[in-house]
């Protein structure tokens, strides 16, 4: 299954974690890694007050290609470097594919969920009716429905949900949609949590 990272970071030395992002893409790819989202200012809140700094999200092969490259002697080096200068949460995620097929244009838009379902007979109404509006709309999952392992930081997700559409227009035309209104109150009265828009890489 494809694998995900999902980073939520807070520069505190913008000189020392620069040299950090630039080194590290050549250090992700080598283990076929690619960036989904990278960069501060990529996010903006939906629900709840989740609203990262910095925020990552990249794609690999299968979550023991992630732990490959993330305990390499060359990442480790650089983990050294980031911690120096940043704080923040590094987890890892299955993905719902048995390969990789985020969008690689740049354009993406992405929502990004951290839900705690309250009600799992009503919450699983609701989760047998979205996949088609998000279908209608372009939308695929990336990740569905997993809580992730922790690599760094405490943040301990219920349940991660990962959508990708083709324009971040897109994805907002899709939670705003007539065709999910409804659904969304069966969630929002099932579940609680967090979710963001992110723009691509």
């Given at each position: 299954m494809s694998a995900y990272v999902i980073g939520d970071i807070d520069v505190t030395n913008p000189d020392i974690f620069a040299e950090y992002a630039e080194r590290v893409p050549m250090s992700s790819s080598a283990y076929g890694g690619r960036y989904l989202v990278r960069g501060p200012d990529k996010c903006e809140s939906c629900e709840g007050d989740w609203n990262p700094r910095r925020f990552v999200l990249a794609e690999y092969k299968d979550v023991a290609t992630v732990k490959s490259w993330y305990y390499s002697d060359d990442y480790i080096e650089l983990t050294k470097l980031r911690q120096k200068a940043s704080t923040g949460t590094l987890l890892v995620a299955e993905g719902v594919e048995s390969h990789i097929h985020g969008n690689d244009s740049g354009n993406a838009g992405y929502i990004v969920g951290d839900i705690e379902v309250t009600?799992?007979?009503?919450?699983?109404?609701?989760?047998?009716?979205?996949?088609?509006?998000?279908?209608?709309?372009?939308?695929?999952?990336?990740?569905?429905?997993?809580?992730?392992?922790?690599?760094?930081?405490?943040?301990?997700?219920?349940?991660l949900v990962v959508l990708e559409f083709d324009t971040i227009q897109r994805a907002k035309e899709w939670y705003s949609s007539p065709e999910y209104a409804d659904l969304k109150k069966i969630r929002h009265s099932a579940s609680n949590g967090n979710l963001i828009f992110a723009n691509g890489a």
């Open positions: 009600d799992p007979e009503t919450y699983a109404q609701y989760a047998a009716g979205v996949p088609a509006t998000v279908a209608a709309y372009g939308g695929r999952y990336l990740i569905r429905g997993v809580s992730g392992e922790v690599l760094e930081g405490d943040w301990i997700p219920k349940r």
